[in-house]
């Protein structure tokens, strides 16, 4: 047996955490540049707002093309040509001098983030836990919103001593060079390459453990799958409606009396929810199958947004935010197990890349539904009842998906 001191994979964890932060995290600096972007373009707010467009689209169809390389072990050298490719995009916008250029410099920088983001990390993490897996992903997907809160206050502080481009350019640079030597020398693929075994079980040197095979093993095999399809069908539409209410919440909490303040301060609290349901679900599907803990997830979503869209007293409301937000993460970590349970773990960036890119279409038409939906009923109330549908849906699918491979 391997002392667990002497394990990597927790480090392998922290470096992916980072990682993961340097990228994503980054988003927390889009809303205070969308007014200074507006006017230096004289563009409207609308139209910089559609950058989000750009990076969901262009982070999909990365992961889709990503997904085979991963999968052919090319994982550390594809997460280091992502972090110089956010560093390239984000100098392209802030030497922008057109839209067009901003938007082609911003689709680099989200085909970069993509590189390092969740989908290389998990497939490591696929290949170093079994036991602990929904931990190990959970921990690592911490690092965003950990990142992300001290975004928003660096760029505010940035936007006071400079322009814009300035601090777009200095944000892209600091958090490329810390992502840089983190993942260099923290990423290790399998545990095979140093020695090791899943978990930490014991020390080989000889050991290459043989890939989880089925016979979906190809793309073509995967989309043929009717499991494949639930998944996809089901994580779509769990993921995207955080997008659609996640928007809405501090203007439900205004329409319904609360202060600017109290709103604000459910804004934060939200987001401090959704880094727990992350960690805990994660931990949760470690000790439980992670399909229950999924079903649970989505109970807990459902009730949420029906408590929000129809409970008469505000303060029902406020409460159900938590468990709401709660929920936003709480299926994070669980997709990736699940995908390397059904379908095996030599193909998980494949499937992974797959689903997120059949899954766009959710993700894009999400934000202007729930607009459409406030707009005709007058409520903001609706958003989260359109969203209560779409998660009930998911829950139908997810409830009949297999999550073992069919018997030969």
Do not use: H
Not at 75 to 98: E, F
Not at 243 to 272: D, H, K
Not at 371 to 398: C, E, K, M, P, W
Request: glycine share 12%; net charge neutral.
């Amino acid at each position: 047996m391997t002392d667990a001191a002497a394990f990597r994979g927790w480090r392998v964890v922290a470096a992916l955490a980072i990682g993961q932060g340097c990228g994503l995290g980054l988003l927390n600096a889009y809303g205070l540049l969308v007014e200074p972007l507006a006017a230096e373009f004289d563009a409207s707010v609308a139209i910089i707002g559609a950058g989000m467009s750009i990076f969901v689209l262009s982070m999909a169809v990365s992961s889709a093309l990503l997904g085979p390389v991963l999968d052919r072990g090319w994982i550390r050298p594809a997460m280091l040509a992502g972090v110089l490719a956010m560093i390239a995009g984000t100098t392209w916008m802030a030497r922008a001098t057109s839209l067009a250029e901003l938007g082609a410099g911003l689709a680099v920088a989200s085909c970069g983030i993509s590189a390092y983001g969740p989908l290389p990390s998990n497939v490591v993490l696929v290949n170093w836990f079994e036991r602990r897996r929904g931990t190990a992903i959970a921990i690592a997907s911490a690092g965003p919103p950990v990142v992300g809160f001290f975004v928003p206050a660096s760029t505010a502080w940035l936007l006071e001593l400079a322009d814009w481009r300035a601090a777009l350019a200095t944000l892209g640079g600091v958090l490329g060079a810390i992502a840089l030597p983190v993942l260099a020398f923290g990423v290790i693929a399998r545990p095979a390459d140093v020695g090791e075994t899943i978990d930490g079980d014991g020390v080989r040197s000889s050991y290459v453990p043989g890939p989880t095979r089925t016979t979906e093993a190809s793309i073509a095999g995967l989309m043929r799958a009717r499991d494949f399809w639930l998944f996809a069908l089901g994580f779509g539409l769990y993921f995207a409606v955080p997008v659609g209410t996640g928007l809405f919440i501090v203007p439900l909490l205004l329409e319904l009396g609360f202060s600017s303040w109290t709103a604000a301060f459910g804004a934060t609290i939200a987001a401090a929810a959704n880094l727990v349901g992350t960690l805990a679900c994660g931990a949760l599907a470690d000790r439980f199958r992670p399909k229950p803990v999924m079903m649970g997830v989505l109970a807990i979503f459902l009730l949420a947004l029906l408590t929000i869209g129809l409970a008469p007293a505000p303060s029902l409301v406020f409460a159900a935010v938590l468990p709401m937000t709660f929920s936003f993460g709480g299926g994070q970590p669980i997709l990736p197990m699940l995908v390397g349970t059904r379908f095996g773990t030599d193909v998980v960036g494949r499937a992974l890349g797959v689903i997120g890119a059949t899954g766009l279409p959710f993700l894009i038409a999400s934000a202007p539904l729930a607009g459409l939906l406030r707009d005709a009923s007058g409520s903001y109330r609706a958003v989260f009842l359109g969203g209560a549908i779409a998660v009930g849906i998911a829950a139908l699918g997810l409830a009949v998906a297999r999550v073992r491979p069919p018997a030969d």
